[in-house]
């Protein structure tokens, strides 16, 4: 008999993966085995402070003991003995700033000013010893709490020199306007040893003089691989921004970038700097592109989607006009390679051109859309082509005309009862005329019998259709309404031929066609 005390060690650490911490604190209490198995998991994953509280959880001895589980720690501001330990397994960093009371609180006592400007100088150094003693951090996010400025040179340099193997960071409520020259020179040199950059500042107040300080170096530009190779994702978003060719100057050091996601807040982009750099081919791998926060013409935006390099799969505009003249230029370049395409913001989408993305994109496996016209869907009935779809998120609108398709199968399971009465009725009366009158009632009963029977089925057959349009398996919300039988079977279509629409990626909406206000 096999007993669970026989399952190997990796199906248990499996089964760790898939519970929470707190049951896994019970695991651990339970028995001996658990105990071995499953404590380690306790501090895979811990924090070093509560929230609001400034007393750290764990010991400096309870940290170093268990130090070689630890693979991400939410660390600082901790006592100096705190930044001298080595976790051998450490993958993530989520370094803790100051809370914005706390150092509002230290700022509105002047007395105590220089010593916090060495505290901030010493955490530093604590920080930065803390990087060079755990090279084997992967990914560093910093989510900064308040607006003060933090003295980060010694820290930034650590992780440009020291980290082996960096991947992601994560760069929240930073204010650029807050470094020196040679911070900003520091940092921007750090983040190009990461694969990976999600960058969310702020740049209020910053003059041009400035911005070529935070988003410009020389040095850069006479050793760019060493430098640059390495970024090749970029998450940008700032805010409070007027200039964005800083932004493109900023992004034109890393050449070998696959993804840009780029968001400010709205206002007019550079799109002939955009295109201008794409025209020179900056980024020659360049796959994914989305731009958010847009105010541009089709005509600006036709610009950039001309000069995109064909290596491209992944397109999203937030907002902005686009138009007849850039869907012309994506789909007579892009069509046939696109994987993802998110239009959901732009208005100027129109139904048509959703269906053509649908009906000859045959790569596609997510997509997003305003609206899609069900009168249109109705008068283009071809499959949709993109038997790969994954996700779909769309908002419907009914506004078929003339019932041509008033509610779906319900209406044509109607209109054949009707037919069939009719026809049955037709086939009675002949009958009547060329048989006996003694055979005339039994084939009236006998047919009026087949009537019922065939009436019943028709009924069945509507009762099934509508089952299976409302089936809550199918997760279409709203599929019983006018025309939406015809989205339906589109659906149902790519799920026979093998796609993972339905469920979770499938986010449809229907709603009823209003009529504009009236204008006198």
Not at 113 to 136: C, G, H, S, V, Y
Not at 364 to 376: C, H, Q, Y
């Amino acid at each position: 008999m096999t007993l669970i005390a026989d399952l190997p060690p990796e199906v248990f650490r499996l089964i760790g993966d898939y519970l929470e911490k707190r049951d896994i604190l019970n695991l651990v209490l339970t028995c001996r085995l658990f105990h071995q198995l499953y404590y380690p998991l306790l501090w895979k994953d811990i924090s070093t402070i509560k929230p609001g509280h400034d007393e750290p959880i764990h010991s400096v001895e309870q940290l170093r003991a268990h130090a070689e589980w630890v693979h991400y720690i939410e660390y600082g501001p901790l006592p100096l003995e705190y930044y001298d330990i080595s976790f051998p397994n450490l993958r993530t960093l989520h370094r803790l700033e100051p809370t914005e009371d706390s150092t509002q609180q230290t700022q509105t006592m002047p007395l105590m000013t220089t010593r916090m400007t060495t505290t901030l100088k010493e955490q530093d150094l604590n920080w930065a010893r803390f990087i060079q003693l755990n090279p084997n951090i992967r990914n560093i996010i910093c989510l900064y709490r308040s607006k003060v400025e933090f003295k980060s040179t010694q820290f930034w340099q650590a992780v440009g020199t020291h980290l082996q193997s960096p991947r992601l960071l994560m760069m929240s409520r930073f204010c650029v306007h807050n470094l020196s020259e040679n911070e900003a020179q520091v940092l921007w040199r750090a983040i190009g040893r990461f694969e990976e950059l999600f960058y969310m500042g702020e740049e209020r107040q910053l003059g041009l003089s400035h911005l070529r300080t935070m988003y410009t170096d020389t040095d850069l530009d006479t050793d760019k691989e060493d430098h640059c190779s390495t970024l090749k994702r970029i998450s940008f978003f700032a805010k409070n921004s007027s200039h964005p060719e800083w932004h493109l100057r900023f992004f034109s050091r890393y050449r070998n970038l696959i993804k840009l996601y780029w968001r400010r807040s709205k206002s007019q982009y550079s799109m002939e700097g955009l295109a201008w750099h794409l025209e020179q081919q900056q980024w020659p791998q360049l796959e994914d592109l989305h731009l958010d926060g847009v105010i541009a013409s089709d005509q600006d935006l036709a610009t950039v989607v001309c000069q995109l390099p064909p290596s491209l799969k992944h397109f999203g505009l937030g907002s902005g006009d686009f138009g007849p003249l850039c869907f012309r230029h994506l789909r007579e370049r892009f069509f046939d390679t696109l994987v993802t395409l998110d239009l959901e913001g732009c208005d100027t989408f129109t139904s048509r051109m959703a269906l053509d993305v649908l009906l000859n994109c045959h790569r596609l496996e997510e997509f997003k859309a305003a609206a899609i016209s069900l009168n249109d869907l109705y008068s283009t009935p071809q499959p949709w082509v993109c038997l790969g779809l994954k996700h779909l998120k769309v908002t419907f609108i009914n506004d078929i005309k003339d019932n041509n398709y008033n509610n779906g199968n319900e209406d044509n399971n109607e209109d054949n009862n009707e037919d069939n009465n009719e026809d049955n009725n037709e086939d009675n009366s002949e009958d009547s005329n060329e048989d006996y009158n003694e055979d005339n009632n039994e084939d009236n009963n006998e047919d009026n019998s087949d009537n019922s029977d065939v009436n019943s089925d028709d009924s069945d057959n509507s009762d099934n259709n509508d089952d299976n349009v409302n089936n809550e398996d199918n997760s279409i919300d709203g599929i019983n309404n006018s025309g939406s039988a015809l989205v339906f079977e589109q659906v149902s279509r790519l799920r026979r031929l093998g796609t993972d629409i339905l469920g979770s990626g499938l986010q449809i909406k229907f709603v009823h066609h209003k009529a504009p206000p009236r204008i006198d």
